[in-house]
């Protein structure tokens, strides 16, 4: 049985504007999904309604998005809380947007897991701590103890990273996690990806405009273009054998070190 | 030899902050851009890279060292000159969301440096416009709307269009094309590169893609913590990953993700950060995450010296694979 799997969805805004129309693709167990496209192809609008977090006024108007074969479009608001974060964590672009910057970030990590675990303080921050530093981020208390602001663009992806996969949910969205991070770090977090799925077994889907990033991740890779995916593929297929002239533009426009 | 445009010596810029520290944000950095010259300056956050060209635009006081534009010293100008001085060096910044009001149309903002600078009509600035227009690849409908009605791609090719229409001897992009769709990224910058054919104007372009310095660049500088580590000409066809000699400039191609790596080899991944530019450690910035780092690498910091034709590396390790010369840096 697949993790993921979107059929035929269509969602809409109000207003009648489909930012994405007839979508349909699987996520194996345990694979990772790179869904790439420029900006307005929809790509984030997929991702957001998987997890159910579309702006106001944009519903799933068609199709149906099966997460271990249960539709999700079916659960109440409560038993959707249930899986968000737990069975299915999301991190976004920038942490610093919904990391509360006025709370110290191991109070906000200590709040998110203790919705999901009852487990007493110290057994919390004891997980928290082995997280941190399972994402190579030096001095875990003292990360603890900061503010947001207190830290690098990389620390705090690695932070959101962190919290997402404290729960061992099964499905990992990520929405352009790399594109505000400087190049080593991206590194960093790309590989620390990799190594996630290794160990974890966590399946991802990965929404990038970066092709060299998704190359790197991905075991299929889907091309999104004005709301529809115009292509989908294995890796090898999409970088190395790519059918439609529109994912051959992107491949090619992307200038690469000699 | 080019005509020099414009000429960085020894800048440093030191902010000095609430707390007494003092913050370096560039350190004695020497840098020119000659006619005809696109040069990359590349380089991760806090590297000090917006600083410098921010200080070349004259929008950044310099805490030491001068500044030439065509040979004359522009350090501290204002006034008269300095606006002649705007017409010249034209700088398009990261976020095109703050540089045309928000109250302003895009044609008319587009019109203005005609009307200011070479007091054109209405008429002959709203043609003019209209032309900056076409150029970056935007329809006539695009003159009659607000800032808020595009998107931060289409705002960018304005500010370009903007930057372009003078004609001016020196263009300065900070990651001017970083927020763009790649397929729009890569016609602006052919645009770039073909006013610059037209025009002979030098361009200084930050940029953290080194791919995209390494197509377009005629000379790469690297930036870390405040000080350039490395600089190399380029020549065409030349690859940066075979010439480059400086550990961090090393580490970042090979961090470099690329649709043509083979996803089952690893790739270099250098751990840690950058130290902050207010504890600028004593010897070299990039020692404590460098791979080939030596022991007096922690008390003694490598000056650029010259290991190739228009190439020069601050690093121990880099001198000596190159037997360096001993000659002082000029650039």
Known sequence: MNILELENVTVTYSGGKAPAEHISFRVPQKSIVAIVGESGSGKSTVLRAVMGLLPSGGKVAEGRILFEGQDLGKLSQKEMRQIRGKEIAMIFQNPGDYLNPRRKVGSQYLETLGCHLSLPKDERVKLALKMLAALKLPDGERIMNSYPFQLSGGMKQRVALAMALSLSPKLLLADEPTSALDVTIQAQV????????????????????????????????????????????????????????????????????? | MEKQILKLSHVTREFELKSGEKLRAVTDVSLSVGQGEFVFVAGESGCGKSTLVKMAALLEPVTQGRILFEGEDVTGLRGKGLRQYRRQVQIVLQDPENVCGPRMKVGRFLMEPWINFERKSRKEARDMALYSLERVGLSEEFFHRYPHQLSGGQLQRVSIARA???????????????????????????????????????????????????????????????????????????????????????????????????????????????????????????????????ERCQKERPELGKVGGGHWVACFKGHESAAAENAPFHD
């Open chain 1, 190 to 258: 790309v590989y620390e990806l990799l190594k996630t799925r290794q160990r974890l077994g966590t399946a991802m889907v990965i929404v990038t405009h970066n092709m060299g990033a998704a190359s790197r991740l991905a075991d299929y890779i889907g091309v999104m273009r004005a709301g529809k995916l115009e292509e989908w593929g294995t890796r090898d297929q999409i970088i190395k054998a790519p059918r439609s002239e529109y994912t051959k533009g992107l491949l090619t426009a992307v200038p690469t070190l000699k």
């Open chain 2, 164 to 294: 372009i229409a003078l004609h001016p001897r020196l263009l300065i992009c900070d990651e001017a094309t970083s927020a763009l769709d790649v397929s729009v990224q890569r016609q602006i910058l052919e645009l770039l590169k073909e006013h610059q054919r037209e025009t002979g104007y030098g361009v200084l372009f930050i940029c953290h893609d080194l791919a995209v310095a390494e197509a377009l660049g005629t000379r790469v500088a690297v930036m870390y913590l405040g000080r350039v580590v490395e600089i190399m000409e380029l020549k065409e066809g030349e690859s940066l990953k075979k010439t480059a000699r400086h550990p961090y400039t090393k580490a970042l191609l090979a961090s470099t993700l690329s649709v043509q790596d083979d996803p089952e080899e690893l790739w270099q991944i250098i751990s840690g950060e950058p130290p902050s530019p207010v504890r600028i450690p004593e010897g070299c910035g990039f020692c404590e995450r460098c791979v080939e780092r030596m």
